[in-house]
C-alpha cells in the first residue's frame, strides 16, 4: 500500500461530486459524536453507512425503541459448536454509550429519515475472529482500535508535541476542539492524523488481523449504496480504516460469507463492564468522564455557575466524604485543585483541563507522600469514579433470551434488588425459612448458569465437611452485564434458571466421562451435592443414574468413601427438608444409591489386606472417612457388610498402622468394646518388628481416628511408656520422628492428659511436666541429646567418670 | 553571591546553562507570572528541552512531572520533591529555580545543625554591638532574601531538619511574611512576587524528622522515580559520562553493549523482573541512574589506565560490586540469585555479559 498523504486525504473525506462523505472517527469519542451530528444535520444524508457487524443490523431498530437507555450492547454469541472449537470461541461485543459517535449516527439518521446500514463484515466471520486476542476467552471486539495507543507514529507525535501517550495526544489534539463550529475541519485533521497512523502500520499486520477483508467488505457495502442511493451517503468509520475506503473501486466484491447470520442480541451494559473492555482497545476509556464531556457539550447538563472541572472535582470530593471518608480531602485542596488544573492546561495550551490535567492537578495537590510505582489509594479512587457506574436499561418486552427475563422474574420475586451494578449482601437462613430456602436454591443455580452473579462468603460447606453445621448462609451478589451475557450464552440450554443449571451438571457429568473420570463417584457425588444445593429435582434421576454408574466402577476406596461421607450429608438434610419439592426427589433416590455405596465399600474393605506400605496414608484416610460416614446414629446405609469387613480385617495381618485405624474403627462403631480395643493395641504395640517405629506407626492409625481411645485408657498409655523402657536411648531417638507424628493428632488437651498419666506412672509430679512444656525444636533436642551421649562415654573413655556423678 | 569568574568544580545551573536561558527569554512569547524570569512554558523548554532553540533537555523522565511542579510554582504552594536518593531531584530543583527566579543560589542545606538563623535571619555581632539593631546589621537568610527579591529559594534534604526549623517555613509558605521585631513594630519583610520554596526529602530513609501535616499542606508533593525507559536511561548515562570524562580529557571505546548491559542490570534489579517478566528478588540498594553513571564512569576510568581503553562487561560486573555490596548481606544473596539464574543464561549468547559474568562470580563466592 503507497504511503497515503494526510493532506490530500483531508482533502478528499467530502467529495461532493459523488455526493460521498466520510467521516472518520474514533469510539466513544464525544467530539467525533457532537461534529458527526453537526455535520448529518448539515449534509442531509439520504443513506448513512456504520462501521457495525452487518448481522447487527436488525439490531438498530431495537436499539431506537424508546425506553432503551445506553451503555448497552450488541452482543453475538457463538454457536455450540464454534465454542468448542478453538479459536472461534468468545462473544463478540459492539456496547454503545450515549457520547458513541455511532449511535450519535443512528440517533440523527433516522430523525433525518435516512437509511441506516452497518458495513462490517458479520461478527462470526473469519476475519473478525482474528483480531489478535491473548487469550481465549477474551471478548471479541470489532471496534478494536489499539493503533490509537501505540505505534512508532504516536510515540514520535507525543515525543514532539509533549504529551505523555496516545490517550492524552488524542485529548490534546482532537477532544480539545469539540466546541469548534468547524466539522469540516475537525473532521479533515482526525482523517490526516489517521492516515499518518495508517501509513505507519504493517500490512502484514493487517492482513493477518482481518482488516483487510473487513475494508473490502466495507468498499463493497458503500459500492451497492453508491448505486442506489438518491442523495448524500455519510460513512461513518474507525479512522483507521477511512483511507482504505475512499477509494471504493466498482469492482470491489464482497468477501466469501458475507452473510453469516449469528445469534445477535441487545444486552444491558454498564460502564464498568465497558471501560473493562476499552482495555482492550475498544475506544476512549474512562466512559463516566467522557459521558460528563458529552453532557456539557449538548448542553443537557449545563451548569453555568461551574465549570466540568469544578463538576468533576467536587463531585469527586463528596463521593470520598460519603465512601471513602480515609480519603477525602480538604476544601482548600479542593480549591488549588481548580486553579493548578486550569494552569496546566494553559500550560499544555488546551482551552480547558481535560482528563490528564484532572490527574495531574489530583497528583499533585491531594496527595501529600511518595507515589510509589505510580499507584496511589486516591488515584485510583479517582479512576473508578470517572469510570462511572452507570447501568444502561431495555424496556420491559425487549426481545430477550425467555432465560435472562425468567431469571431476572425469579430474583425480583425472591427480592433480591437488580437495581445497578453494585454488590449487595443478603444472609440467609437456609434451614428455618423457607423463602430464604428458595433464595438459597435460586442463587445456587445461577452460580452454575452465571457465575459472576452472586457469590457465597459463609455457608456450610457439606461437600468438604467445613462448617456443615451452620445455619446460615451469606451472599453477595449484582446484576451486571456479565450476568445477562452468561444467561445469554446460556440461552440455549434451558427457558429457566433451573432447567439451564440441569443441564449444565449433566453435561459436566459427561465432560467427566470425557476426561476419563466416569468412574470417579466423588467428583459425581460433588455434582449431585451441587444439584442438590441448587434444588435441581428435575435432573436428580438422570444424576442419580450416573452417579450409580461411577460407584458401581469406581475402584478407588478413598474416592468411594469420601463420596459416602457426602451422600450421608445429603440424606440428613433431604430428610430434613422433606417439605420442599424440589428436595423430595434426592430423599426418594439418595437410600437406594447409598445402598449401593456403602456394599461397594465393604467389597473393597477386604482389599486393604494387601495395601502397600506406600499406600498406608490413603487407606487410614479412607477408615477415618467411613468412621466420619458411620457416627450417623442412624445411617442410611446399610452397615453390617461393613461390619463384617472390619470383622475380617481385624483377624488378618495388617500394615501396623492400619491396625491401628483398624482397632479405632472398631472401637468407634462398637464392633468391640474399648477395653479390647486397649487390649489388642497393647497387643499391636509390643508386637516385634525389625524396625522398633512400626510399633509405634500402630498408634498413629488409632490417632487419625480415635485418639480419645489411647487418652482415655491407660493400660494403652501403660504399653507405650513399656515399649519406651524397652529401647536404649539411641532406639528411642530413632523412633523420636514416628512418635511426634502420631502425637501430632493429639490436641493439647489431651497431651496434657496423656503426660501426666506417664508422670504419674513414673512416680512424677506435675512441676515434672511443666519444665517439658518448653521442649525446643525436636531435631535439636535429638541432636543435643546425641551430643551428650557422646560426651558421656567420651568421658567414660577417658576415666573421668567422676564428672558425670552429680556435684554435691 | 559574585562567584562568576572564578573557576568552581561545578558551576550554578544558571552559570552552566546562561546561553539557552538567554535564548529562551529573547523568545519567549508567553505571559510570564508575576516575579518570574521566564514563562511557565518557556521554563518547561529549559528543562525538558526545545529542539527548535536547541535548548538541551536536562531532566529525563517524567515530563508531566516537570509541568505540574511549574504550576505549583506558580501558585501559593511550595514544592515538595520526593523520591529515592539519586533520582535527581536536587538537580530538578536547581533547574526549577534557575529557569524561574534566574538564580539558582539560594539554598538551604538541610541538616540537623541547620539553626533558625539559616531559615529566618541572624546579626553581624560587630555592627550590632556598634549600631544597635539596624538594617544594616541584619544577615538574612536565603530564605529572606528570596522574600525580599521574589525568587525561589531551595530547601534541601528537609527532612533532615529539625522540626522547630521546618516550623518557621510554615509561617513563611502560609503568611508569606517575615517579622523582624527587632528593628520596629512594624518592621517585616514581605514576600514579593516570584518568591516560592522548592524543597526535597527523601522519605524512605529512616532516622529524620517526619514533616508535620500542617507543613505538608503546604507543599505540592511530587515523586521522582527512577527511570523506566531503558533507551532515555541509556541516553542520559552516555550523555553524562561523555561529559565526565570528556572534561578530565580521556576517550574510551565504551561500547552500545556495554552500555546495554549496564542498564538491563539495573533495570532489572531495580523492577524485581527482567524484560521478559521473569520475577527476581529485588535488592534493597538503591539502584539510581546516577549509581549507573557512576559505575559507567569508574568503569571507563579502568579501562582507560589500567587496561587498553575498551570498556567491557567486566569492568561494569567489577564496579558493580561495590554499589551492591553496601552494607547488606540479603542483597548479595539476591545479587547471586540473578547472576546464577539469568546473567549465566544470557553469557551463554553474548560475550559481554560473560565477561560480566566472570567479574560478578568473585563476589558471590566471596560471601
Known amino acids: ?129 482474528s483480531d489478535g486476542r491473548d487469550r481465549q476467552d477474551q471478548p471479541l471486539l470489532p471496534m478494536r482500535e489499539t493503533m490509537f495507543d501505540r505505534g512508532a507514529y504516536v510515540e514520535a507525535m507525543c515525543a514532539r508535541s509533549g504529551f505523555r501517550d496516545g490517550l492524552a495526544l488524542w485529548d490534546g489534539l482532537f477532544e480539545a476542539r469539540a466546541r469548534s463550529t468547524d466539522w469540516r475541519g475537525f473532521f479533515a485533521s482526525v482523517g490526516a492524523y489517521c492516515s499518518a497512523l495508517r501509513a505507519a502500520s504493517e500490512p502484514d499486520e493487517l492482513q493477518a488481523d482481518g482488516t483487510l477483508a473487513r475494508e473490502a467488505m466495507m468498499r463493497a457495502c458503500i459500492h451497492d449504496t453508491i448505486a442506489i442511493a438518491s442523495g448524500p451517503i455519510a460513512v461513518v468509520t474507525g479512522g483507521f480504516h477511512t483511507p482504505a475506503l475512499i477509494d471504493a473501486k466498482p469492482e470491489a466484491p464482497r468477501p466469501a460469507g458475507a452473510t453469516t447470520r449469528s445469534n445477535a442480541w441487545l444486552i444491558r451494559y454498564d460502564f464498568r463492564a465497558l471501560d473493562r473492555l476499552n482495555g482492550y482497545g475498544a475506544g476512549l476509556p474512562l466512559p463516566g468522564f467522557y459521558e460528563r464531556v458529552w453532557e456539557r457539550l449538548t448542553g443537557t447538563h449545563d451548569d453555568a455557575n461551574s465549570s466540568l472541572t469544578e463538576e468533576i472535582l467536587v463531585g469527586f470530593r463528596a463521593h470520598l466524604i460519603a465512601n471513602e471518608p480515609g480519603l477525602a480531602f480538604a476544601f482548600p485542596t479542593l480549591r488549588s485543585m481548580v486553579e493548578a488544573a486550569r494552569r496546566l492546561a494553559e500550560l499544555r495550551g488546551l ?110 460447606d457439606r461437600v468438604h465437611g467445613f462448617r456443615a453445621d451452620m445455619l446460615m448462609e451469606t451472599w453477595t451478589y449484582a446484576w451486571s452485564p456479565a450476568v445477562e451475557a452468561s444467561l445469554i450464552e446460556r440461552a440455549a440450554d434451558g427457558e429457566t434458571v433451573r432447567d439451564a443449571a440441569a443441564t449444565i451438571l449433566i453435561r459436566r457429568l459427561a465432560d467427566l466421562e470425557k476426561d476419563g473420570q466416569r468412574n470417579n463417584a466423588e467428583a459425581a457425588f460433588n455434582l449431585l451435592s451441587i444439584a442438590f444445593d441448587a434444588g435441581i429435582g428435575s435432573a436428580a434421576d438422570t444424576l442419580v443414574a450416573a452417579v450409580g454408574v461411577a460407584v458401581d466402577e469406581d475402584t478407588n476406596l478413598l474416592r468411594l468413601t469420601n463420596a459416602l461421607v457426602i451422600g450421608q450429608a445429603l440424606n440428613s438434610r433431604a430428610k430434613g427438608m422433606q417439605s420442599d419439592t424440589s428436595i423430595r426427589a434426592f430423599a426418594s433416590l439418595l437410600p437406594p444409591l447409598l445402598d449401593r455405596l456403602a456394599r461397594r465399600i465393604a467389597e473393597l474393605l477386604y482389599d486393604l489386606a494387601a495395601v502397600n506400605a506406600d499406600n498406608v496414608g490413603e487407606a487410614t484416610g479412607c477408615l477415618a472417612a467411613l468412621a466420619e460416614a458411620m457416627a450417623d446414629p442412624d445411617p442410611p446405609f446399610p452397615t453390617q457388610p461393613l461390619r463384617d469387613a472390619l470383622q475380617h480385617l481385624m483377624t488378618v495381618q495388617l500394615d501396623p498402622q492400619l491396625t491401628g485405624a483398624v482397632i479405632a474403627l472398631a472401637a468407634l462403631i462398637g464392633l468391640i468394646d474399648e477395653a479390647e480395643a486397649g487390649q489388642r493395641l497393647s497387643a499391636a504395640l509390643a508386637g516385634a518388628f525389625e524396625r522398633p517405629g512400626d510399633a509405634v506407626r500402630t498408634l498413629s492409625g488409632v490417632m487419625a481416628l480415635a485418639p480419645q481411645l489411647f487418652v482415655n485408657d491407660s493400660s494403652v498409655i501403660a504399653a507405650i511408656d513399656g515399649l519406651f523402657g524397652a529401647v536404649d536411648d539411641q532406639g528411642f531417638l530413632a523412633l523420636l520422628p514416628q512418635l511426634r507424628m502420631a502425637f501430632a493428632e493429639l490436641s493439647p488437651h489431651e497431651t496434657d492428659r496423656v503426660a501426666a498419666v506417664v508422670a504419674a506412672a513414673h512416680g512424677a ?44 | 553571591m559574585e562567584q562568576r569568574n ?362
Not at chain 1, 433464595?439 to 455457608?459: I, W, Y
Not at chain 2, 528593628?183 to 522519605?203: D, H, R
Not at chain 2, 567489577?318 to 545479587?335: C, S, W, Y
Open chain 1, 765 to 808: 509430679g506435675e512441676d515434672d511436666i511443666a519444665i517439658l512444656q518448653q521442649v525446643p525444636d525436636a531435631r535439636v533436642l535429638s541432636e543435643n541429646l546425641a551430643l551428650s551421649e557422646r560426651l558421656r562415654s567420651q568421658w567414660l573413655q577417658d576415666g573421668l567418670a567422676a564428672w558425670l556423678e552429680p556435684s554435691p
Open chain 1, 351 to 460: 482551552s480547558e483541563p481535560g482528563r490528564t490535567e484532572l490527574f495531574d492537578a489530583l497528583r499533585s495537590s491531594a496527595i501529600k507522600e511518595e507515589i510509589e510505582v505510580g499507584a496511589h489509594p486516591l488515584l485510583a479512587a479517582f479512576t473508578t469514579y470517572l469510570q462511572g457506574d452507570r447501568l444502561g436499561d431495555l424496556p420491559p418486552g425487549s426481545r430477550l433470551p425467555p432465560l435472562v427475563e425468567r431469571a431476572r422474574g425469579e430474583a425480583k420475586s425472591l427480592g433480591l434488588s437488580l437495581e445497578d451494578a453494585v454488590p449487595k449482601t443478603r444472609e440467609l437462613d437456609i434451614y428455618r425459612k423457607p423463602r430464604h430456602g428458595q433464595t438459597s436454591r435460586f442463587l445456587h443455580a445461577m452460580r452454575l448458569v452465571a457465575p459472576a452473579f452472586a457469590q457465597r462468603n459463609k455457608g456450610p
Open chain 1, 1 to 129: 500500500m503507497s504511503v497515503l498523504d494526510p493532506a490530500a486525504t483531508a482533502l478528499r473525506l467530502f467529495d461532493a461530486e459523488r455526493n460521498l462523505h466520510f467521516f472518520p472517527i474514533r469510539h466513544h469519542s464525544p467530539a467525533c459524536a457532537l461534529h458527526l451530528r453537526e455535520a448529518l444535520r448539515e449534509i442531509r444524508p439520504a443513506a448513512v453507512l456504520i462501521e457495525g457487524p452487518v448481522d447487527f443490523e436488525p439490531l438498530i431498530g431495537e436499539l431506537l425503541a424508546p425506553g432503551v437507555v445506553p451503555p448497552v450492547a450488541m452482543v453475538a454469541l457463538p454457536d455450540s459448536e464454534a465454542r468448542a472449537e478453538k479459536g472461534r470461541g468468545g462473544t463478540t461485543y459492539y456496547p454503545i454509550c450515549r457520547h458513541s459517535p455511532e449511535y450519535v449516527a443512528i440517533q440523527q439518521a433516522t430523525e433525518l429519515g435516512a437509511t441506516v446500514r452497518f458495513i462490517d463484515l458479520p461478527s462470526r466471520h473469519p476475519a473478525m475472529l
Open chain 2, 6 to 367: 572564578t573557576l568552581q568544580l561545578r558551576p550554578s545551573a544558571e552559570t552552566r546553562f546562561a546561553d539557552e536561558l538567554a535564548a529562551l527569554k529573547a523568545a519567549d512569547q508567553g505571559r510570564r507570572p508575576p516575579g518570574w524570569a521566564l514563562s511557565a512554558r518557556a521554563a518547561r523548554s529549559f528543562i525538558l528541552g526545545d529542539s527548535k532553540l536547541s535548548i538541551r533537555r536536562k531532566f529525563y523522565g517524567d515530563d508531566a512531572l516537570v509541568e505540574r511542579a511549574l504550576v505549583a510554582l506558580m501558585s501559593e504552594q511550595g514544592l515538595m520533591l520526593v523520591g529515592e536518593p539519586g533520582t535527581a531531584k536536587s538537580m530538578l530543583s536547581e533547574l526549577l529555580a534557575a529557569a524561574i527566579s534566574g538564580s539558582s543560589m539560594l539554598v538551604v542545606q538541610g541538616s540537623t545543625g541547620v539553626t533558625e538563623d539559616h531559615v529566618r535571619y541572624g546579626w553581624n555581632y560587630a555592627l550590632l554591638i556598634a549600631e544597635g539593631p539596624t538594617p544594616r546589621a541584619l544577615v538574612p537568610s536565603p530564605v529572606m532574601e528570596a522574600m525580599r527579591l521574589g525568587r525561589v529559594v531551595r530547601v534541601e534534604e528537609l527532612t533532615r531538619c529539625p522540626p522547630e526549623i521546618q516550623d518557621v517555613l510554615i509561617s513563611v509558605l502560609s503568611e508569606k511574611v517575615m517579622a523582624v521585631p527587632e528593628l520596629g513594630e512594624s518592621a517585616s519583610v514581605y514576600a514579593a512576587p516570584g518568591f516560592s520554596v522548592i524543597g526535597t526529602a527523601n522519605l524512605r530513609d529512616r532516622g529524620v524528622h517526619e514533616m508535620s501535616s500542617a507543613l505538608k499542606r503546604r507543599f505540592n508533593f511530587e515523586t521522582v522515580t527512577p527511570l523506566t525507559d531503558p533507551a532515555l536511561e541509556t541516553e542520559l548515562i552516555r550523555q553524562e559520562v561523555d561529559k565526565r570524562l570528556g572534561q578530565a580529557d580521556i576517550s574510551v571505546n565504551f561500547p552500545d553493549e556495554v552500555t546495554d548491559l549496564l542498564v538491563t542490570t539495573f533495570q532489572d534489579l531495580r523492577r524485581g523482573q527482567t524484560k521478559d517478566q521473569v520475577p527476581l528478588s529485588k535488592p534493597s540498594a538503591v539502584m539510581s541512574t546516577a549509581e549507573a553513571v557512576n559505575i559507567a564512569h569508574a568503569a571507563a576510568l579502568e579501562a582507560a589506565f589500567l587496561g587498553n581503553g575498551d570498556v567491557g562487561g567486566g569492568h561494569i560486573g567489577r564496579q558493580l560490586h561495590g554499589v551492591i555490596v553496601k552494607d547488606n548481606a540479603e542483597d548479595v544473596k539476591k545479587v547471586r540469585a540473578y547472576v546464577d539464574h539469568i546473567v549465566k543464561e544470557r553469557a551463554r549468547r553474548s560475550k559481554v555479559w560473560s565477561d560480566f559474568l566472570g567479574a560478578v562470580k568473585p563476589m558471590k563466592d566471596e560471601s
